[in-house]
């Protein structure tokens, strides 16, 4: 069985996805410095696939298989993503 986003909230520092086989996932926004920077209204400008999530105006995509294997922004730096 395939799992994918059903519903994508935000509070100010987390973004929340409901899955579909019932399990909600906390992520903080500062794994992805784009939604940290966005606007509120931008954030909820998303769009769901079967694999992931997507903002086209942030140019940001999210696989669920990435947050489900805990990993953030996968374009920063080394460096920072050590520290």
């Known amino acids: ?10 509070d100010d520092s987390t973004m929340w ?7 909600v996932l ?3 926004l500062a794994w992805f410095p784009r939604l940290l920077a966005a606007a ?3 954030l909820q400008r ?3 696939s079967p694999t992931g999530i997507h903002w086209e105006g942030l ?14 922004d ?3 730096p080394v460096s920072m993503a050590a520290e």
């Open 46 to 48: 998303y769009e769901l």
């Open 17 to 23: 996805v409901s899955l579909t086989d019932g399990r």
């Open 40 to 42: 509120p209204s931008d």
């Open 59 to 72: 140019d940001e995509d999210i696989s669920i298989a990435g947050l489900l294997a805990g990993r953030g």
């Open 26 to 28: 906390g992520v903080p």
């Open 74 to 76: 996968q374009t920063r």
């Open 1 to 10: 069985m395939s799992i994918s986003a059903t519903e994508v909230r935000f």
